[in-house]
Nanobody, 123 residues
Framework: QVQLVESGGGLVQTGGSLRLSCAAS????????MGWFLQAPGKEREFVAAISGSGDSTGYADFVKGRFTISRDNAKNTAYLQMNSLKPEDTAVYYCAARPGYYSRYFSNYDYWGQGTQVTVSS
């Protein structure tokens, strides 16, 4: 099984950057695709980015393309989300997720979730 712990959130000004980390425990980390989702207050969980188990395929929501980059270091059992050019609209709790096989844009397809890390972008 897989346990996930997010870190790296915080307060940043508009236009700034943050890098989120998702540390995974468990067996066969490369078996799992990884995804990042966000949830703003009063809103549904929303897809941000995902990456395949090998790291050779990625997918992004339209609103983060060109600003955010997902990556992973399988030797460290860690996935990352580099966030640049942050906007107040990016303010949310960011969750890391994992699922076996190919990545998905749908949160219901993910089996394992972290506790989330708060990202706040000041206006």
């Amino acid at each position: 099984q897989v346990q996930l712990v997010e870190s790296g959130g915080g307060l940043v000004q508009t236009g700034g950057s943050l890098r989120l980390s998702c540390a995974a425990s468990g067996r066969t980390f490369t078996r799992f695709a990884m995804g990042w989702f966000l949830q703003a207050p009063g809103k549904e969980r929303e897809f941000v980015a995902a990456i395949s188990g090998s790291g050779d395929s990625t997918g992004y929501a339209d609103f983060v393309k060109g600003r955010f980059t997902i990556s992973r270091d399988n030797a460290k059992n860690t996935a990352y989300l580099q966030m640049n050019s942050l906007k107040p609209e990016d303010t949310a709790v960011y969750y890391c997720a994992a699922r076996p096989g190919y990545y998905s844009r749908y949160f219901s397809n993910y089996d394992y979730w972290g506790q989330g890390t708060q990202v706040t972008v000041s206006s």
